[in-house]
T-cell receptor, first 108, second 115 residues
Framework: RKEVEQDPGPFNVPEGATVAFNCTYS??????FFWYRQDCRKEPKLLMS???SGNEDGRFTAQLNRASQYISLLIRDSKLSDSATYLC?????????FGTGTRLQVFP | DAGITQSPRYKITETGRQVTLMCHQT?????MFWYRQDLGHGLRLIYY???????DKGEVPDGYVVSRSKTENFPLTLESATRSQTSVYFC??????????????FGPGTRLTVT
């Protein structure tokens, strides 16, 4: 079993839609959680950290469920510019583990 | 503000050749990392460095060598390139403390093809 698992997608959604991604992790000792965004043929960039209480940044909401060991990312009112691959990242001990990413394609 | 740069951006080399990928950052971040990214795998850590002259192995270090004589530079060398090392290589850096709990800043990547 992979340490971090994501549905690879692609998720094809129209502009304005709400879309949610889930990610599961295997190491219950994980302490830190992140969502990174990676555009095609570009480097990953931090989208947001994920806190135990859940957090929101504009149209983006991240949730953490430690009991079930999953993280979610909700994107509301999708924009064309949201098209990218979203990487779930977990910090179990002394390293970051990256998921393979979920690809989102927003169409007009 | 250049941030973190990598060179070359694209490289084609032959099996058995030595190749060095360069990484330079202008933020004075003490931690630096090398990852490779392949289809079907997430980013995988090759080596990392906590400070000048301090390096440590990551998940997939075999076939690679690193050095860090200066804080701002962290070159990655493939001593004898193999086709399995064809990949996209990303260098990253992060703030000094809690290096794995804080944001990592990535360079633009080097696309390496080994023929």
């Amino acid at each position: 079993r992979k340490e971090v698992e994501q549905d690879p997608g692609p998720f094809n959604v129209p502009e304005g839609a709400t879309v949610a991604f889930n990610c599961t992790y295997s190491n219950s000792a994980s302490q830190s959680f992140f969502w990174y965004r990676q555009d095609c043929r570009k480097e990953p960039k931090l989208l947001m950290s994920v806190y135990s209480s859940g957090n929101e940044d504009g149209r983006f909401t991240a949730q953490l469920n430690r009991a079930s060991q999953y993280i979610s990312l909700l994107i509301r009112d999708s924009k064309l510019s949201d098209s990218a691959t979203y990487l779930c990242v977990v910090n179990p001990t002394d390293k970051l583990i990256f998921g393979t990413g979920t690809r989102l394609q927003v169409f007009p | 503000d250049a941030g973190i740069t990598q060179s070359p951006r694209y490289k084609i080399t032959e099996t058995g050749r030595q190749v060095t990928l360069m990484c330079h950052q202008t933020w004075s971040h003490s931690y630096m990392f090398w990852y490779r990214q392949d289809l079907g795998h997430g980013l995988r850590l090759i080596y990392y460095s906590a400070a000048a002259d301090i390096t440590d192995k990551g998940e997939v270090p075999d076939g690679y060598v690193v050095s860090r004589s200066k804080t701002e530079n962290f070159p990655l060398t493939l001593e004898s390139a193999t086709r399995s090392q064809t990949s996209v290589y990303f260098c990253a850096s992060s703030v000094p403390s809690k290096h794995f709990s804080y944001e990592q800043y990535f360079g633009p990547g080097t696309r390496l093809t080994v023929t």
